[in-house]
């Protein structure tokens, strides 16, 4: 191709014909950049194509990963919840009406249920903490779940801020009964111990922690931060996972 046009230029030279080969040669520069335009736009619709393609690749694994997080944070919600609730019959079981006449088996078991699990969420974020690493979150046409993405951690370290005041809470009455409960006496109600040795210190049993304020007072502010940590800090990210969720699926049906 390139000979064929170097014939006819030096055919036009060869023949004076100047002026010919003046519009020839302003054409050829025209079909040369013209043909430079398409192959950038050819290699820019080929940079788009692979951007689309990461793009897509990268929701897909979002979704299988914010969908892992919804199904452990319910589950943390829910052990919550029972946790609440156990903490509910704890507190109750002080009132003069009740205090005298529960038992320790009893008491013993609902100290066991509201103490026995430590809340904590811990969401998977690989795919997430790649892809802002990375630089491929600008790649991710819909603003709007490019931002609750970008936003997502600060809302984990809330949560973990507010965990955080729930253990110290539980540890604080876990505490208190280490120091003030037989232990022995409640991990044989319970049924970590076969056997119940008898001591000096069978009136120390959980029972008597019923006549304990500080006591008292540790679990209602376990109880209340345990609320707080659902109604302000779970069900929220919860609701955030939805939309996020839905915001994905949206984007994945335009690619």
Not at 97 to 109: G, H, M, P, Q, R
Not at 159 to 172: A, F, G, P, T
């Amino acid at each position: 191709m390139i000979k064929f046009f170097r014939r006819i230029r030096q055919k036009l030279l060869s023949e004076n014909k100047f002026s010919k080969y003046l519009i020839y040669a302003l054409g050829e520069i025209v079909l040369v950049v013209i043909g430079i335009l398409i192959a950038l736009q050819i290699n820019n619709w080929n940079l788009t194509q692979q951007d689309r393609n990461t793009e897509k690749q990268n929701l897909l694994a979002l979704q299988e990963e914010f969908s892992k997080n919804k199904a452990t944070l319910q589950e943390i919600i829910e052990l919550n919840n029972e946790n609440i609730s156990s903490a509910e019959k704890m507190i109750q079981s002080f009132s003069k009406s009740t205090k005298d006449t529960i038992t320790e088996l009893s008491i013993a078991n609902y100290t066991s249920e509201t103490f026995g699990i430590e809340i904590n969420f811990e969401p998977e974020t690989g795919v997430l903490t790649e892809i802002i690493s990375s630089g491929q979150l600008k790649l991710i046409q819909n603003k709007r779940l490019k931002h609750k993405l970008a936003g997502l951690q600060s809302k984990i370290d809330e949560i973990k801020q507010q965990e955080n005041e729930v253990i110290d809470y539980r540890l604080m009455a876990i505490k208190q009964m280490i120091n003030e409960a037989n232990m022995e006496r409640v991990y044989t109600h319970i049924g970590f111990r076969k056997t119940y040795v008898n001591t000096d210190f069978d009136n120390t049993g959980i029972k008597s922690m019923l006549n304990s304020m500080p006591f008292l007072n540790l679990i209602v502010l376990y109880q209340s931060s345990s609320i707080i940590t659902n109604e302000s800090f779970y069900d929220p990210l919860n609701q955030e996972i939805d939309i996020i969720l839905e915001l994905i699926a949206n984007r994945l049906k335009e690619l």
